[in-house]
């Protein structure tokens, strides 16, 4: 497989497991939702969430775990440990490719998270240029995304259609390259374009 290849999976369900990583980030979902959803798209039976001051000197996982970990700018390491079901002798090629793909999006939603929670949210992309990308249309939609509205509802609210809501917000998402709405209102509110 290509680097930055998806893994071969339900691709609807990898998006809603991205989504839910961003959704936990901006406080509309639980994370232990989110990491639910990532256990069973992986086909295991549960999944722990561990953020480490500074990590251990072993990183060896437990017998039966699929684990993932990264380490941000400060520090701070993320690990993540899926339980494999008794049933399963062991995780496959695709399930450790699959969890590669998706621990980027997961440490840039906990670096989102932990960033609302000391009231300084800040992606480690350069915050002066992202203002300039978005319209003032684009923000506007993006704001109620991260509302949680609809576009139906956004669209009764800045007296537009629901089609050109979901054009502007589309429009934002590709200018700040993601592929998830929760995801682009997250760095969105981030780089303070929007407020929530």
Known sequence: M???????????????????FYAAALGDEMWSAALSRLASLLGGEGATLTRIEAPAASTAAPDGMLVWAEADAAGLVTEIAISRPSGRSRWGEADIALLRYLGPHLGRALQLDRG???????????????????SQRERDCLAWVARGATSKHAARQLNLSSHTVDEHVRSAMTKLGVSKRTEAAALAVAGGLIAT
Do not use: K, M
Request: glycine share 10%.
């Open 2 to 20: 290509s680097e930055g290849a998806v893994p071969t999976a339900d691709e609807r369900a990898i998006a809603d497991v991205i989504g839910a």
């Open 116 to 134: 609302f929670a000391a009231g300084t949210a800040g992606p480690e992309r350069p915050a002066p240029t992202v203002p300039r990308l978005l």
